[in-house]
Structures are given as C-alpha cells and as structure tokens.
C-alpha cells in the first residue's frame, strides 16, 4: 500500500520522523508548530525510545532528573515532580508518556512500524520510506524530508558466541528486556559485561539470584551516584532555578548544569586534590569528572583521579584479589563513558556473587549448560544476561538502510567509517537530516540538551527552505570532509581516543572502522559553530534553487 504515489511529485507528509523518543517526539512538535505535515514511524508499541526498551534490572538515568528532561515548554518545566535524583527508567517513560498526551503527539505516531529502508528521489527532492508493521506486507510513505530521531544506543550488540541456540537455560540483551519482567530467584545468574548497563544491573540482580557470575572483559570506573528521593523542597528549587540552570547548561562542555573547575589537577597540592576528589566521591554522579579542567586532556592529571578511584575500589572490595581484578588500568578515568553506580563495588563482597576475568580467559562459546571459557572451564547458568551494549551511532542509521539518489546506500558510503557534516546532514544524502548523527557532541552529553539543539537547528533550517521555496538541501562533500578533519583534531586534543576498547570508537563491534564518533569540542561550541552555519546562509549545504527560479 501506498501513501502518496510514489514518483510523482506528490507527498503524503512534508516530513517522516523515524523513532517517537525524546528526539521523535519534540521533532514532531516542532513541526506542527512550523504548520508541516509529519508522521512519526516507531518501532515500538508506545513512546520512549531508549526507555521503552532498557527495562533492565536498575534501568535508571546517570544524569539528574531535574535536567535529564525538556527544556523547551515553561509548564512543562513546572508541572512535572520527579521523586528521585536519578530518574528510574519506568519514571522516565511515564514523563514521555505524558508528553505525549500533553501535546497530543500520539494522533501522528505510527506505533509498530519499522522502517525496513528509504530511497531518494532521482532528484534529491523528496524520499520513499518503507516500512513493515502490524499489516501483512510492506508500506511505502512519501515525503519530502526524512528526519532520523533513532538514537546513538539503540542497535543491541549480542556477541556472536557459538552454541547460543543451544543455552539450556534463558538469555537475555539488557536494551531488549521483557516487559513482564525476569524473575531471577533461586536461578544462577551469568552477566556478561561491566559498562554502565552491566554496573546499574548487576547489584540488582544479585539480591534475588541464587548466584551471579560476573563475567568482566575490561575493569571499569565507577562513582557511586549517591542516589534518593528529592525532597519537596528540591523541587521548588530547581523549578524556581529553572532560567539559571538551563543557561549554564546551554554554555557548559557537555549539556550538564555544572561548571568544570578551571584548575589544573597538577598546580594543587596532593592532599587538596585528595580533598577534593573525596568531597566529589561523597556528592556523587557524574559530577566527578569536573573536579579539574584537565582530567580528559592531561594524562598525568587524568592518572590522579584515576588512582583515587582505585583505592576506593581497594577499600571497598574485601578480598584482596577480587580488587585487583576491579581494578582498571588499560584505560584512564572517563576515557570511556564512565558509569555511576549503586553498590557496584560493594557487591562483590557477597559470598554468592563471583567475579571471572574474561580478558585473560576469553569466553569461547555457550554451551547448553552455561558459558565455557578458553582454558575449558565451564560456569553453570541458568540465565544468561547480555549487558554488552549497542552498535553505537552508526548502528541505528545503518538499520534504517537509506539510499541516496543514484542508488548508494548508507552502508556502502560509510563502508571506511561515518562522515557527516556536523552530525546532522550526509553528503549524498539530500532532504535527510540525522538528530544526534555521528560527529556531533551527542553521546558526550547530556542528551536531551543535544536533541533539542539539534531539533531546533533542524526546524531552523526546515522553515529557511520553506521561506525562501527551497525544496532540496544536501551537505557539501569538502565540508564534510573539513568537519572530520575538525571532529578528529577535537578527539585528539583529548584522551579519550586512546582508550582502545571505546564504544566510541566503534571498538565494541568486531569489524566496525575504528573511527572516534562523537564531537568532543564541547556542546556550547559545538551549538555556537551551528547557529553560525545557519546564519551565515547555511555555509557547507547545498542549497536547490528556490522554486520560482527553477
Ligand atoms: P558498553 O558500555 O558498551 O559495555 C558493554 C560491556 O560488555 C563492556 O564491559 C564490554 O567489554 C563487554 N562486552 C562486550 N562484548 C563482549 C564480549 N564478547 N565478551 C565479553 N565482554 C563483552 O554498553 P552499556 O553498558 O550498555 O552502555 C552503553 C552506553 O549506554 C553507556 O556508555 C551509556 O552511554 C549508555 N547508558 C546509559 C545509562 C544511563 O544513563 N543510565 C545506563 C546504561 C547505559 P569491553 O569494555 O572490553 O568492550
């Protein structure tokens, strides 16, 4: 069936929007505020994005509720009471929900719908989109511009371990969890990987399993989140603070509302750092990474919070070769995303909880009875959870398999890595626009702050073309190409592309191009350079002629 013939000029939708999460749902809003037809194609049976799938054990936000939300609507601001000051995932679902309701955003979600593929127009002005859904058969959907709102972390990444089929026993990939719920009790546990899923779900898990196996390829950081209730008295704070914060978060590095210290960790003295870090290990979160302006820039000042934390982790953790184990030492602190935890560390002093070093003992296939590693050792399960992350960034565009006018996919433009031209816009890729695309700060920050600069540099330009008849805008290849150049130098200035085993570097997929992904010059720079292309006439776009000429 077909929604707008495909061929001719006419669209079913001047714009499809591809997912209904934090980025879907305000892409939508902005443009009906902009008077255009959109449709919004979402997987899923409801709203959320990432929230509705990483229902895991823990599934809880690392940024703070009072920010990890929109900044967009003032009532919106102030009629929404979070309870905690990290926000549960069920939490974060039912705040989308109500959005959803509030700005009657569910009448243009097609709910159930995957996008399967999206070919150009031969002239670059307008796409077909098709999708599979409830309805036998696919459907194809016209439009003139194709906006992906799919997220950075949304294609699961299960290892591709011989013998999973055989699993006597249940396996589950955090981001894809059941909605009714895995009840571990009395059931030996095995989870493979310690990121930031693998930390928030672990202490979890190990209250109720008979006996969790950790299964642990590289030793993380992790700072306790300190988390509780916000008190009603928190609340009236931040909501009468609300101006104030949202500037600070609008000029900061990373879309959080806190200030990075402008010392260096090296012109203090050891006992003031130690101080220092042990004030931020005390408040908690993300926070910790903003102790010194140098503890992503300066290996030696990066080594200093990096010991702290291992003797926190010394302290905490009884047996002493379990510690060591912990410890990480291949990669700096907040090299790779650095988690926040509840009780991680503390969990390994239970006496039904077991660490296994899979780095120097390789889990080599999954056999019906458990997991057996390369030296022929096998760990007896009985549920097997996957904590092992997501085909970042790339993986979410890649699956939606777009190709542009003469018929290049994606897949092939990007066969030597992903080059976009500020994150949003792929050359060869006219009226396609990518919220959060790789190249931009993303990943590096506070979401939400990231999709609504970017959603309303995207309706910006939407209501430019619609203002001046423009009906075709592509990224030009030499800026592209610039923008690499400048994403790469902005990487380099930092450590965190030397941390080699980094999902930001694609490193988590066997195969992927190692190529550092998101923008790491900062957020407000980022937002500045983006207001300046789009004043500037869209600098590094090619823009068709308006219509009255052509
Ligand atoms: P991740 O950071 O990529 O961690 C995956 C873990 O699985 C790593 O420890 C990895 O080891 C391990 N692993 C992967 N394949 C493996 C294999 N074949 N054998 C053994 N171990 C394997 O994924 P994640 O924890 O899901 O987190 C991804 C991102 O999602 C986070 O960094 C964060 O940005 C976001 N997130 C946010 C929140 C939040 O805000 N609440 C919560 C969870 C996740 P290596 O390190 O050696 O590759």
């Known amino acids: ?151 950075c972390l949304s294609a699961a990444n299960v290892p591709d371990l011989p013998g999973l089929e055989s699993f006597a026993g249940r396996w589950f990939h955090t981001g894809q969890w059941p909605h009714e719920g895995v009840d571990v009790a009395g059931r030996r546990v095995g989870v493979v990987g310690t990121g930031s899923t693998g930390i928030q779900a672990i202490p979890v898990l190990a209250e109720t399993a008979a006996h969790t196996t950790v299964f642990q390829r590289t030793a993380n950081y992790s700072i306790p989140a300190r988390n509780g209730p916000l008190s009603d008295a928190e609340s009236r704070r931040y909501k009468a603070d609300y101006p104030q914060i949202r500037e600070v978060q609008a000029q900061s590095t990373n879309g959080h509302p806190f200030v990075i210290n402008q010392q260096s960790a090296l012109e203090v003295g050891a006992s003031e750092r130690d101080a220092a870090y042990r004030a931020a290990w005390e408040r908690g979160g993300l926070r910790f990474r903003a102790a010194y302006r140098d503890l992503l820039a300066d290996e030696a000042a990066n080594e200093t919070a990096s010991e702290f934390i291992r003797d926190r982790i010394r302290e905490i953790v009884r047996d002493p070769a379990t510690a060591e184990r912990l410890l990480p030492r291949d990669h700096g602190f907040a090299t790779k995303r650095p988690p926040i935890d509840t009780h991680y560390f503390e969990t390994y002093n239970r006496d039904d909880v077991t660490l296994v070093d899979v780095r120097s003992d390789p889990i080599e296939a999954v056999v019906p009875e458990g997991l057996r590693l390369r030296s022929g050792t096998v760990h007896p399960l009985d549920d097997l959870v996957f904590a092992t992350g997501f085909d970042a960034l790339t993986g979410p565009l890649l699956r939606l398999d777009p190709a542009g006018p003469d018929g290049t996919t994606l897949g092939e433009a990007w066969r030597e890595g992903p080059r976009t031209y500020l994150g949003l816009a792929i050359s060869g890729f006219p009226n396609l626009f990518t919220i959060t695309g790789p190249f931009s700060p993303s990943v590096l920050t506070n979401m939400p702050s990231s999709i609504e600069q970017h959603v309303d540099w995207i309706a910006g330009c939407l209501e430019h073309l619609r203002d001046t008849g423009t009906d075709r805008i592509e990224a030009d290849p ?73």
Not at 32 to 40: D, I, Q, Y
Not at 95 to 123: N, Q
Not at 508 to 515: A, F, H, L, T
Request: hydrophobic residues 40%; neutral net charge.
């Open 1 to 151: 069936m077909v929604d707008g013939e495909v061929g001719n000029r006419e669209f079913a939708f001047d714009a499809v929007v591809v997912g209904a999460g934090f980025a879907g749902l305000y892409m939508l809003h902005r443009l009906r505020g902009l008077g255009m037809s959109a449709v919004v194609l979402e997987q899923a049976a409801g709203v959320g994005g990432t929230w509705y799938w990483n229902r895991y054990p823990g599934a809880r936000c690392d940024s703070e509720s009072y920010y990890y939300c929109y900044s967009f609507d003032r009532e919106l601001e102030q009629e929404w009471t979070w309870t905690e000051r990290y926000p549960r995932q069920p939490e974060i679902k039912a705040y989308l929900d109500h959005v959803a309701d509030r700005f009657d955003l569910r009448r243009d979600i097609r709910f159930s719908t995957t996008v399967t593929g999206a070919r150009a127009d031969a002239d670059g002005r307008g796409w077909t989109v098709t999708t599979t859904g409830a309805e036998a058969g696919e459907r194809t959907v016209r439009c003139r511009f194709l906006i992906t709102a799919v997220g």
């Open 478 to 550: 030499a800026a592209e190409r610039e923008w690499a150049e400048h994403n790469r130098q902005a990487a380099d200035a930092t450590l965190l592309p030397r941390a080699a085993t980094s999902w930001y570097l694609g490193a988590n997929v066997p195969g992927k191009p190692s190529v550092f992904m998101p923008y790491a010059g900062g957020f407000a720079r980022y937002a500045a350079t983006c207001t300046d292309v789009a004043r500037s006439g869209y600098r590094g776009f090619r823009l068709g002629a308006p219509r009255a000429a052509a």
